[in-house]
């Protein structure tokens, strides 16, 4: 049996963190064959940004991609990355709409739910691992790691011991901006392992040059299972690299087991992906692969610090960028220290930019501050500067209790709102996740449907006519 497992990020995070989520699903479906026979733990495939990706960008139904995957992935699990609450849009949903997009998400083909939350407010994970449960998927509970006054290892392991009562089957430490060093992440893993009865993942990146590390010294301490992505995709903003692992562990009592002449073939295949990514502007590899210890210093993912920089370029401010940088931990303080992800990342970011450029800290707020301040994405986890709260918010009362408690059921009302465009169940969870983007999507697919309509009709024609 192999003695750590290795959960591959190639076809979900690997092109998410390093390409913008553009890799088409004509592109990944000659490799699942392949990818089929390696005998990974799971393939990370869907959620994310890649169900927005698909409609906004590629013109394609997610839906449909998680079904073709399902079927050319018969021997292999499937897994996808779920916020909580807000499943894959922005915002808190009602727990109809919850329950019934992870229904269907098990249905067409999710194996493993990694549901995390910005805030680790378990509070907003509750309903829809109940329902991963319910509908026979595995739940994968993760805690979102970052470094505070507030975030020690203390903190971790209570909320390890806390998922686990939540009836989670794995727990993930998932460490977005790479801020996990290798002897605190065999510390953090030797604790958990000794607090919980669960398995545990890790999943890191490589911003600051300390991915590989991190998961050799992780495996070291009993960690169970590893993210990685293939080589064309990985280091940098991405996972470690997955055949450098597997060669490291090779002969060891951590041996995965995994065929490195199977990799190679497939890491040529997807070379050939990441060539035409980089050529259709989507990839830029000498940004995404970069190391950045500016991470560590100011604790910004690369996905925060790309929007920070198109902000100030927008503003025609790039002299103030070192400011902006210097001003999100003091922002991020105020605010109770929220871990930097989607959304914290983009509205500490946000409110960071604002204050330097009016030149005055918290002139301007925008709402997603305001609604941060308020309770409405959960529970702060450090003490909030109440005098920045109340130039922000006024007299606005905060709330407490879990958002979703506030929210009336939507699934009836979100099927009417799209009624003219509906042909599957699933479309309707496709316009509650972007209800501005979807019509256009859907537009486009009637279109395209009317093409193949017409085709085929004109086909016919013209055989009775001969």
């Given at each position: 049996?192999?003695?750590?497992?290795?959960?591959?990020?190639?076809?979900?995070?690997?092109?998410?963190?390093?390409?913008?989520?553009?890799?088409?699903?004509?592109?990944?479906?000659?490799?699942?064959?392949?990818?089929?026979?390696?005998?990974?733990?799971?393939?990370?495939?869907?959620?994310?940004?890649?169900?927005?990706?698909?409609?906004?960008?590629?013109?394609?139904?997610?839906?449909?991609?998680?079904?073709?995957?399902?079927?050319a992935l018969p021997n292999t699990k499937t897994q996808m990355l779920?916020?909580?609450?807000?499943?894959?849009?922005?915002?808190?949903?009602?727990?109809?709409?919850?329950?019934?997009?992870?229904?269907?998400?098990?249905?067409?083909?999710?194996?493993?739910?990694?549901?995390?939350?910005?805030?680790?407010?378990?509070?907003?994970?509750?309903?829809?691992?109940?329902?991963?449960?319910?509908?026979?998927?595995?739940?994968?509970?993760?805690?979102?790691?970052?470094?505070?006054?507030?975030?020690?290892?203390?903190?971790?392991?209570?909320?390890?011991?806390?998922?686990?009562?939540?009836?989670?089957?794995?727990?993930?430490?998932?460490?977005?901006?790479?801020?996990?060093?290798?002897?605190?992440?065999?510390?953090?893993?030797?604790?958990?392992?000794?607090?919980?009865?669960?398995?545990?993942?890790?999943?890191?990146?490589?911003?600051?040059?300390?991915?590989?590390?991190?998961?050799?010294?992780?495996?070291?301490?009993?960690?169970?299972?590893?993210?990685?992505?293939?080589?064309?995709?990985?280091?940098?903003?991405?996972?470690?690299?997955?055949?450098?692992?597997?060669?490291?562990?090779?002969?060891?009592?951590?041996?995965?087991?995994?065929?490195?002449?199977?990799?190679?073939?497939?890491?040529?295949?997807?070379?050939?992906?990441?060539?035409?990514?980089?050529?259709?502007?989507?990839?830029?590899?000498?940004?995404?692969?970069?190391v950045d210890v500016k991470t560590l210093q100011y604790q910004v993912?690369?996905?925060?610090?790309?929007?920070?920089?198109?902000?100030?370029?927008?503003?025609?401010a790039m002299d103030k960028y070192y400011d902006v940088l210097a001003?999100?931990?003091?922002?991020?303080?105020?605010?109770?220290?929220?871990?930097?992800?989607?959304?914290?990342?983009?509205?500490?970011?946000?409110?960071?930019?604002?204050?330097?450029?009016?030149?005055?800290?918290?002139?301007?707020?925008?709402?997603?501050?305001?609604?941060?301040?308020?309770?409405?994405?959960?529970?702060?986890?450090?003490?909030?500067?109440?005098?920045?709260?109340?130039?922000?918010?006024?007299?606005?009362?905060?709330?407490?209790?879990?958002?979703?408690?506030?929210?009336?059921?939507?699934?009836?009302?979100?099927?009417?709102?799209?009624?003219?465009?509906?042909?599957?169940?699933?479309?309707?969870?496709?316009?509650?996740?972007?209800?501005?983007?979807?019509?256009?999507?859907?537009?486009?697919?009637?279109?395209?449907?009317?093409?193949?309509?017409?085709?085929?009709?004109?086909?016919?024609?013209?055989?009775?006519?001969?």
């Amino acid at each position: 049996m192999a003695k750590v497992r290795i959960t591959d990020t190639i076809l979900r995070d690997g092109h998410q963190s390093q390409a913008a989520t553009r890799m088409k699903t004509s592109e990944m479906l000659p490799a699942c064959e392949k990818l089929d026979k390696v005998g990974y733990f799971s393939l990370e495939c869907w959620g994310g940004a890649t169900y927005d990706s698909c409609i906004r960008f590629l013109n394609e139904d997610p839906w449909e991609r998680l079904r073709q995957l399902r079927k050319a992935l018969p021997n292999t699990k499937t897994q996808m990355l779920l916020r909580g609450q807000n499943l894959l849009g922005y915002r808190p949903y009602s727990d109809d709409v919850v329950d019934y997009f992870v229904k269907k998400a098990v249905e067409n083909g999710i194996d493993i739910i990694r549901c995390f939350d910005a805030l680790n407010d378990l509070r907003n994970m509750k309903k829809a691992v109940e329902a991963t449960k319910k509908y026979g998927g595995t739940a994968e509970i993760a805690l979102s790691y970052t470094k505070s006054p507030v975030h020690s290892e203390d903190y971790f392991v209570k909320l390890a011991e806390e998922i686990q009562a939540m009836g989670a089957d794995l727990i993930c430490i998932k460490d977005m901006a790479n801020l996990l060093l290798p002897y605190d992440a065999y510390s953090l893993v030797k604790r958990l392992k000794a607090a919980t009865d669960l398995p545990i993942v890790l999943h890191t990146h490589n911003t600051t040059g300390t991915g590989a590390m991190v998961l050799l010294k992780a495996a070291e301490a009993g960690c169970d299972v590893l993210d990685t992505c293939l080589s064309p995709l990985a280091g940098g903003t991405s996972q470690p690299a997955t055949e450098s692992m597997v060669a490291t562990f090779r002969g060891t009592e951590y041996d995965t087991g995994l065929d490195l002449g199977l990799l190679a073939e497939l890491a040529n295949y997807f070379r050939g992906v990441a060539d035409r990514l980089t050529k259709d502007g989507f990839r830029d590899p000498g940004r995404v692969l970069s190391v950045d210890v500016k991470t560590l210093q100011y604790q910004v993912p690369g996905g925060m610090l790309s929007n920070l920089i198109g902000q100030l370029k927008a503003a025609n401010a790039m002299d103030k960028y070192y400011d902006v940088l210097a001003e999100v931990p003091r922002v991020r303080a105020d605010f109770g220290y929220p871990p930097l992800v989607t959304p914290t990342s983009q509205i500490v970011g946000t409110q960071a930019v604002m204050n330097v450029l009016t030149g005055e800290r918290y002139k301007m707020v925008p709402t997603e501050s305001k609604d941060l301040l308020s309770g409405h994405y959960g529970k702060l986890p450090g003490k909030v500067n109440e005098e920045i709260r109340k130039k922000c918010i006024g007299d606005t009362k905060v709330i407490t209790c879990r958002f979703a408690d506030t929210l009336p059921p939507e699934l009836d009302k979100l099927r009417d709102e799209m009624r003219q465009w509906y042909q599957t169940e699933e479309d309707v969870l496709t316009y509650a996740m972007f209800p501005k983007v979807a019509p256009k999507f859907f537009e486009y697919r009637a279109a395209q449907q009317l093409k193949v309509d017409v085709s085929s009709f004109d086909e016919k024609d013209r055989t009775m006519a001969v």
